[in-house]
T-cell receptor, first 116, second 115 residues
């Protein structure tokens, strides 16, 4: 049962334009969300996070927006660059059970291709 | 600074064979994890170790065992490999578990094929 969903497997964007990657979730108990970026033959790397008490977090060209009422978050990349071509995963920690640990659950990823 | 190192990078096994995937981190992190990535499935947690001396099951633990050998090393063992275990395996570590201030650091993966 996928609690974090990325419904677009792929996205192509012209260099210099805005890239918008979307993520939907089903569990209103999630405390925070993270985005990871993955290049081929490498492990994912952390990109940006947002706490559920905020609706926006910005880091350079990357901004994540959170809409709690819609259970939706999006990652905006402005301006898009060829080096941004990668697979992007959104993730959230499953609420902990009694004395348990939070475990990250990942979406299925969106492959972003930036067209020069 | 190597970060998270996984060995081997590639492996082909026959059904029923066993093997151990090795993982070491040099960041003095407390928590370590094993994930598998399959097409269309994202990353799924197999096992994790919240701190040295503890291990626990993740989403898909069947067919695997783990050992937290010390604070640096966390190994994943397949006792009797099956074709369904064909996947890319990622080891990760974090300072602690369960906070947005402690993101995961991943190794570069082990691509395993079971025939």
């Amino acid at each position: 049962d996928q609690q974090v969903k990325q419904n677009s497997p792929s996205l192509s964007v012209q260099e210099g334009r805005i890239s918008i990657l979307n993520c939907d979730y089903t569990n209103s108990m999630f405390d925070y969300f993270l985005w990871y970026k993955k290049y081929p033959a490498e492990g994912p790397t952390f990109l940006i996070s947002i706490s559920s008490i905020k609706d926006k977090n910005e880091d350079g060209r990357f901004t994540v927006f959170l809409n709690k009422s819609a259970k939706h978050l999006s990652l905006h990349i402005v301006p898009s660059q060829p080096g941004d071509s990668a697979v992007y995963f959104c993730a959230a920690p499953l609420p902990r059970t009694n004395f348990g640990n939070e475990k990250l659950t990942f979406g299925t990823g969106t492959r972003l291709t930036i067209i020069p | 600074n190597a970060g998270v190192t996984q060995t081997p990078k590639f492996q082909v096994l026959k059904t029923g064979q066993s093997m151990t995937l090795q993982c070491a981190q040099d960041m003095n992190h407390n928590s370590m994890y094993w994930y598998r990535q399959d097409p269309g499935m994202g990353l799924r947690l197999i096992y994790y170790s919240a701190s040295e001396g503890t291990t626990d099951k993740g989403e898909v633990p069947n067919g695997y065992n783990v050992s937290r050998l010390n604070k640096r090393e966390f190994s994943l063992r397949l006792e009797s490999a099956a074709p369904s275990q064909t996947s890319v395996y990622f080891c990760a570590s974090s300072v602690i578990m369960g906070t947005d201030q402690s993101p995961l650091h991943f190794g570069n993966g082990t691509r395993l094929t079971v025939t």
